[in-house]
T-cell receptor, first 114, second 113 residues
């Protein structure tokens, strides 16, 4: 059981370049999330998708877009990367967004923007 | 504003001792709390959760205590092992609300031989 799979694991971009981070889950979860993790700041929510066909902004959405491609897949796009977007990005999923159930995380994408 | 914080950024314990990691929260409406463990280079891994209608919950070698009066949460790890070395995060949310989990900044636990 793979759980939550993220690709790529590492990426280096130049300022202004674009890229898409991919995420897929095989747990039949309805809700999916994108977080970023910076030193000393914990995990901050970028965007989430409560269910297929819906997306909502989180705490730090500026500079990002998302697509819930289907129930399994939720991608995060950086249209014009900036050094401030250097971070570790985690995708997560859970059964539904409104109830009390734990998030299941992938192993992250480490992004450096130069 | 609401926040979730940890009392200490680092904690070192001797192998075999018990560890206690603390977390404070500020939102009185929070009623679901969760602890995660994050090893280097990996994503956060669920350890244990607790709802506000409980004040204690036990898992395998771990116990979470919730004190709603002082808005305090703790994670106790019994007989700490080298494999317990990691960063531990607490997170909270109000039930049924659209607001998602709010994470603390983490405590680095180091187990000394």
């Amino acid at each position: 059981n793979a759980g939550v799979t993220q690709t790529p694991k590492f990426q280096v971009l130049k300022t202004g370049q674009s890229m898409t981070l991919q995420c897929a889950q095989d747990m039949n979860h309805n809700s999916m999330y994108w977080y970023r993790q910076d030193p000393g700041m914990g995990l901050r929510l970028i965007y989430y998708s409560a269910s297929e066909g819906t997306t909502d902004k989180g705490e730090v959405p500026n500079g990002y877009n998302v697509s819930r491609l289907n129930k399994r897949e939720f991608s995060l796009r950086l249209e014009s990367a900036a050094p401030s977007q250097t971070s570790v990005y985690f995708c997560a999923s859970r059964i539904t967004t409104g109830d009390n159930s734990p998030l299941h995380f992938g192993n992250g994408t480490r992004l450096t923007v130069t | 504003g609401e926040s979730v914080g940890l009392h200490l950024p680092t904690l070192s314990v001797q192998e075999g001792d018990n560890s206690i990691i603390n977390c404070a929260y500020s939102n009185s409406a929070s009623d679901y709390f969760i602890w995660y463990k994050q090893e280097s280079g990996k994503g956060p891994q669920f350890i244990i959760d607790i709802r506000s209608n409980m004040d204690k919950r036990q898992g395998q070698r771990v116990t979470v205590l919730l004190n709603k009066t002082v808005k305090h949460l703790s994670l106790q790890i019994a007989a700490t092992q080298p494999g317990d070395s990691a960063v531990y995060f607490c997170a909270e949310k109000p039930t049924g609300s659209a607001r998602q989990l709010t994470f603390g900044s983490g405590t680095q636990l180091t187990v000394l031989p």
